[in-house]
């Protein structure tokens, strides 16, 4: 059993940054594949990020390539986003997501999830 927590969330102007953290519990985080995933109003919940569980794999999302970046501190059992050009469309709910299976990117392959932080971006 894996509990995530997001944090960082928050409203920042377009072109700004903001960095969120997912605190897991549990002493086998090392061994769960992370992910973020987002939820916009009237839109389904969509893949932003992924990382294996040693961080030596990443996945990204097209519109989100080149501007985020996931990583993960399994020392301190905590994986991050850092979200860099933000833009409006990327106002959402972010939520962290675990899996035991590498390489997944959809919502059906993850486990376990957070209760999610609000991004807002203004125009």
């Known amino acids: 059993q894996v509990q995530l927590v997001e944090s960082g969330g928050g409203l920042v102007q377009a072109g700004g940054s903001l960095r969120l953290s997912c605190a897991a519990s549990?002493?086998?985080?090392?061994?769960?594949?992370m992910g973020w995933f987002r939820q916009a109003p009237g839109k389904e919940r969509e893949f932003v990020a992924a990382?294996?569980?040693?961080?030596?794999?990443?996945y990204y999302a097209d519109p989100v390539k080149g501007r985020f970046t996931i990583s993960r501190d399994n020392a301190k059992n905590t994986v991050y986003l850092q979200m860099n050009s933000l833009k409006p469309e990327d106002t959402a709910v972010y939520y962290c997501?675990?899996?035991?299976?590498?390489?997944?990117?959809?919502?059906?392959?993850?486990?376990?999830w957070g209760q999610g932080t609000q991004v807002t971006v203004s125009s």
């Open positions: 997501a675990a899996t035991i299976r590498y390489g997944s990117t959809t919502e059906k392959g993850f486990h376990y």
């Open positions: 549990g002493r086998t985080f090392s061994s769960y594949t």
């Open positions: 990382i294996s569980w040693s961080g030596g794999a990443t």
